[in-house]
């Protein structure tokens, strides 16, 4: 492994037309995980100039039947959720408005066939939701536990969001991007050698005056942001195409997953190809990328290494996961092998089997929609949200080990 490169990740905001088809599966996760705790949804959402779509697989009690009739109010209540999820996040634009957008409504119940591969029934354990690789993984980079560069592109944004939604940079629109180019040392983050942040603005501030304080904004953002030894040599783009009035769904249609590697770990480490947002927790697309970050993260925070991958496989109605492999990258203090079989011997963890760690995490709850933008890891457990960020697992692992 090289000790002395430079790596580069991006981060897209809550207003990029992807994220807000994101925010908008995940918000219908929500609202039918809310009627039925054991709902079954695989919700995708297209997003365009003034209009939104639905399409999807669902399945779950007070919500649709087998012959795919709604109960009563349920239709209202997506097309509010849809049109709430666009309001919370601002656009109020001729092109993209929460109020007058065109909303079409295409989910149907889940597939029988897939039902009963996935349902348990008799000696038959709840089996996984499709076949994948799954990915997680963890790093001292960070307080967090995260990739530098990723985290930094989050917080750039979150903070951009938050002054647009407080009315500190009102010239804001939703849709931005960020990027960040870090210089490594010795595996250590030295310097921030490029930014690049693109951000959709109100009339005018591509010019003059305005382009000047709009870049004097986002430049004191960033030093709000990343340590000051970081900005020593740093280059900035900021806005490097000129103008960015037009943006969000009205200027690039938006797709539900097609963020995976803004939601996981801006390209540090491998992506079984799965995205999450719009799925229940019987699919281990999204489960178990959870479980496997909260290892990882847990291998991380015990000490028992400074960087740690994690991946897991499973088969479509199958229970028990077909493999566990564990690469902590020549900085684990014992043996990856040995930290694979303490894993398996953690009893709460259930086998690592879908409904071991649905119940282990408890994710059977309305908890995802907040997911859905700056990214599903390196986030603070609170309550019921973000439970695979805990590191209570730290004592079980030194244990089994």
Same mark, same amino acid.
């Given at each position: 492994?090289?000790?002395?490169?430079?790596?580069?990740?991006?981060?897209?905001?809550?207003?990029?037309?992807?994220?807000? +088809?994101?925010?908008?599966? *995940? #918000?219908?996760?929500?609202?039918? @995980?809310?009627?039925?705790?054991?709902?079954? &949804? /695989?919700?995708?959402?297209?997003?365009?100039?003034?209009?939104?779509?639905?399409?999807?697989?669902?399945?779950?009690?007070?919500?649709?039947?087998?012959?795919?009739?709604?109960?009563?109010?349920?239709?209202?209540?997506?097309?509010?959720?849809?049109?709430?999820?666009?309001?919370?996040?601002?656009?109020?634009?001729?092109?993209?408005?929460?109020?007058?957008?065109?909303?079409?409504?295409?989910?149907?119940?889940?597939?029988?066939?897939?039902?009963?591969?996935?349902?348990?029934?008799?000696?038959?354990?709840?089996?996984?939701?499709?076949?994948?690789?799954?990915?997680?993984?963890?790093?001292?980079?960070?307080?967090?536990?995260?990739?530098?560069?990723?985290?930094?592109?989050?917080?750039?944004?979150?903070?951009?969001?938050?002054?647009?939604?407080?009315?500190?940079? +009102?010239?804001?629109?939703? *849709? #931005?991007?960020?990027?960040?180019? @870090?210089?490594?040392?010795?595996?250590?983050? &030295? /310097?921030?050698?490029?930014?690049?942040?693109?951000?959709?603005?109100?009339?005018?501030?591509?010019?003059?005056?305005?382009?000047?304080?709009?870049?004097?904004?986002?430049?004191?953002?960033?030093?709000?942001?990343?340590?000051?030894?970081?900005?020593?040599?740093?280059?900035?783009?900021?806005?490097?195409?000129?103008?960015?009035?037009?943006?969000?769904?009205?200027?690039?249609?938006?797709?539900?997953?097609?963020?995976?590697?803004?939601?996981?770990?801006?390209?540090?480490?491998?992506?079984?190809?799965?995205?999450?947002?719009?799925?229940?927790?019987?699919?281990?697309?999204?489960?178990?990328?959870?479980?496997?970050?909260?290892?990882?993260?847990?291998?991380?925070?015990?000490?028992?290494?400074?960087?740690?991958?994690?991946?897991?496989?499973?088969?479509?109605?199958? +229970?028990?996961?077909?493999?566990?492999?564990?690469?902590?990258?020549?900085?684990?203090?014992?043996?990856?092998?040995?930290?694979?079989?303490?894993?398996?011997?953690?009893?709460?963890?259930?086998?690592?089997?879908?409904?071991?760690?649905?119940?282990?995490?408890?994710?059977?709850?309305?908890?995802?929609?907040?997911?859905?933008?700056?990214?599903?890891?390196?986030?603070?457990?609170?309550?019921?949200?973000?439970?695979?960020?805990?590191?209570?697992?730290?004592?079980?692992?030194?244990?089994?080990?």
């Amino acid at each position: 492994m090289r000790a002395n490169y430079l790596f580069t990740s991006e981060s897209v905001s809550e207003g990029h037309p992807d994220k807000v +088809s994101d925010q908008i599966s *995940d #918000a219908i996760v929500d609202l039918f @995980l809310s009627k039925d705790p054991e709902a079954r &949804v /695989a919700c995708e959402t297209l997003t365009t100039t003034q209009k939104v779509v639905l399409a999807g697989e669902i399945r779950g009690k007070g919500i649709m039947d087998e012959s795919g009739n709604w109960a009563p109010g349920v239709e209202q209540e997506i097309e509010d959720t849809v049109r709430q999820v666009v309001k919370d996040i601002g656009y109020e634009q001729d092109g993209f408005h929460w109020k007058t957008l065109n909303f079409s409504n295409y989910l149907h119940p889940q597939s029988a066939h897939i039902a009963q591969g996935v349902d348990a029934s008799g000696n038959k354990d709840e089996g996984a939701g499709d076949q994948g690789i799954m990915f997680g993984y963890a790093t001292d980079e960070t307080p967090d536990l995260m990739p530098a560069t990723l985290y930094y592109s989050h917080k750039i944004l979150e903070r951009m969001a938050a002054d647009r939604h407080s009315g500190a940079a +009102s010239f804001l629109q939703p *849709d #931005a991007k960020s990027q960040v180019t @870090l210089r490594y040392e010795g595996s250590i983050p &030295v /310097a921030a050698t490029a930014i690049v942040v693109s951000t959709q603005h109100a009339k005018g501030y591509d010019e003059g005056a305005n382009e000047a304080a709009l870049h004097a904004y986002v430049k004191k953002v960033v030093a709000d942001v990343l340590p000051a030894h970081l900005l020593t040599e740093t280059e900035y783009h900021i806005n490097p195409t000129g103008s960015f009035e037009i943006g969000g769904p009205d200027g690039d249609a938006g797709l539900t997953g097609r963020k995976i590697i803004v939601d996981t770990y801006g390209g540090a480490a491998p992506h079984g190809g799965g995205a999450f947002s719009g799925k229940d927790p019987t699919k281990v697309d999204r489960s178990a990328a959870y479980i496997t970050r909260y290892l990882a993260k847990n291998i991380v925070a015990a000490g028992l290494a400074t960087r740690c991958t994690i991946q897991l496989a499973y088969a479509i109605g199958v +229970s028990k996961p077909l493999s566990l492999y564990v690469d902590t990258h020549e900085t684990g203090t014992v043996g990856d092998d040995a930290i694979e079989a303490a894993i398996m011997k953690i009893e709460a963890l259930g086998g690592l089997t879908p409904r071991g760690i649905r119940t282990h995490l408890q994710l059977n709850k309305p908890i995802y929609r907040k997911t859905a933008a700056y990214g599903h890891f390196g986030r603070k457990a609170e309550g019921d949200f973000f439970p695979w960020e805990k590191t209570d697992l730290v004592d079980a692992l030194k244990a089994a080990l």
